[in-house]
C-alpha cells in the first residue's frame, strides 16, 4: 500500500496513536510570533497597515478608499456569475436559513419555580459581528453563506463580512452574491490576521465588532488566539479535517472518493479512511489515483500532501470498538459514516463536530446545501464545542421575578446559606431590615 500513509492502529502503541490526532495547526507558536507585528500594525495605523498589507501578503493593490466594497460592486457580481451558480446559492441558502430558523430559540421562557417565584431565560441578539471569509486557496461563498445566515437570523444589526481581496483588488464575485442574498450588505477586502485586529481595534473605514466568527488559516487562528481579550473570537475553527469511516457494507473506493473531499482544501487540511475491513482499506487505497486523475492539479497537489504526509490516509482498526474509540479521541470536524446502516453506529460515537450518515450524505452536500451549519471546532475542540448555529449570534439574559408571596421562603433558605458562607450585606438583604423597608418603616 503506497498511494497514501497507512496505519495498522493494532500495531501502535500510545505514542504512535496520539500522533494521529494531532493536526497541522497544534503547535501555532510560530504563527503567534509572526502575527503580533501585524496586529500592532493595524491597531497604530489603522486603514494603512491593511493597504500594506493587502500588497504585501494578498499581492493586491486595494486603493485607498476602497477597503469597503461599494454597492456597485454588489451590482456587477450578479452579472459576473453564472446564473445557475446563483440559483444553486439561493437553493443553499434557502435549505440553509430554514434550518436555522428551526434552531432558533424562543425569545423568551418563564416558569414558576415556586409558588410565587418564577424563572426563565430571554434571548437577545449581539449588536455586532464580522463574519471572516477565507479566500487563499480558492473562493468559499458557501463560507458567506453559513456564516450570514444565522447571523441575519439571529437579528444581529450590524454585520460585516471581512473576505481577503482578489489580484485586482476586487473580492470573489460569488462571495458577493451569496452576502447580499442572505442579507449582508457591508464587506471589507481584507483578510488574514490584519482583518480580525482591524474588526478588534476598528480602523478609518472598518468599525469594531463585539465577535468574530469564521474558519481561516493558521494565521487567523493565532491572530484570535492573541485577541481573545478583545473580542469574542467564536468557535475554533481552522484547517479543514475529516474522517471517513467505512464499515463492511461498503465499497471501499467510497471511502477514497470522499476522504478527497476535505483533503484538497489545503496542504494543512487534515483526512483520513477508518475502518476495520481490510478489503475496504485495500480498495480505498487502490481507488485514489483514479479520482487523482479526475481533479486538477492544484488539488491533485494539496490531497497527496495530506493523504500522504502525517495528517492524514488510512487507518485500520482490529475491530468496530476500536474505530469507535479511535474517531471519538479524534474528534474530528467532518465525520462520515458510510455504512447501509449507519444508525447503528451513531449511538457509538460521541466526538464530532458535523455526522453525516449514509452513502448518499458525502460531506459536499454538508458543506454546501444540506442546511446544518458548515463551520465546525477543529483540533478536537469538537468535545466542548458544537457548529457555529443561530446561538452563536445570540446572548441569553437570566429573568427572575418573585411576589411578596413567595419571597419568605425564598429568603428564608437564601439568608442561611448567605450566613453560612459569611456575606453579611448578602445576609442583611434578605433580613428583617428590608421587611422594614418594604412595609414602610425604614
Known sequence: MSHCSFHDLSTLDAKGRAALTKRSETDLSSFVERVKPIIEAV??????????????FDKSEVKPGEIKVSEAEFDAAFKA?????????????DNIR???????????????????????DRWTPIQSAALYVPRGKGAFPSVTMMTSVPAVVAGVPNLCIVTPPTPDGSVDAATLVA?????????????????VAAVAYGTETISPVLKIVGPGSPFVVAAK????????????AGPSEA???????????LAALDVLIEAEHGPDSSAYIVTHDRKVAEAAMAALPGFWEAMTEQRVGFSK????????????????EDSYAFINDYAPEHLEILSTEPFRHLGRITEAAEILMGPHTPITLGNFVLGPN??????????????????DFLKRSSIGYVTSAGYPELALHARRLARYEGFSSHENAISDMRDALLAGKG
Open 98 to 120: 430554514r434550518f436555522h430558523e428551526e434552531q432558533k430559540p424562543e425569545p423568551m421562557w418563564f416558569k414558576e419555580m415556586r409558588p410565587g417565584s418564577f424563572a426563565g
Open 179 to 195: 452576502a447580499r442574498i442572505a442579507g449582508v450588505e457591508t464587506v471589507y477586502k481584507v483578510g488574514g490576521a490584519q482583518a
Open 81 to 93: 456569475v453564472e446564473p445557475d451558480v446563483v440559483e444553486s446559492i439561493r437553493f443553499g441558502i
Open 225 to 236: 488566539s492573541l485577541l481573545s481579550g478583545v473580542i469574542n473570537t467564536g468557535l475554533p
Open 243 to 253: 474522517i471517513i469511516f467505512a464499515d463492511e457494507t461498503v465499497d471501499g473506493a
Open 374 to 391: 458548515a463551520v465546525l471546532p477543529t483540533s478536537r475542540w469538537a468535545r466542548t464545542y458544537g457548529p457555529l448555529s443561530v446561538t
Open 305 to 320: 500532501t495530506v493523504l500522504q504526509g502525517a495528517y492524514g490516509g488510512i487507518i485500520l482498526t482490529a475491530s468496530l
Open 43 to 56: 491597531r497604530t495605523e489603522g486603514d494603512a497597515a491593511l493597504l500594506r498589507f493587502a500588497r504585501d
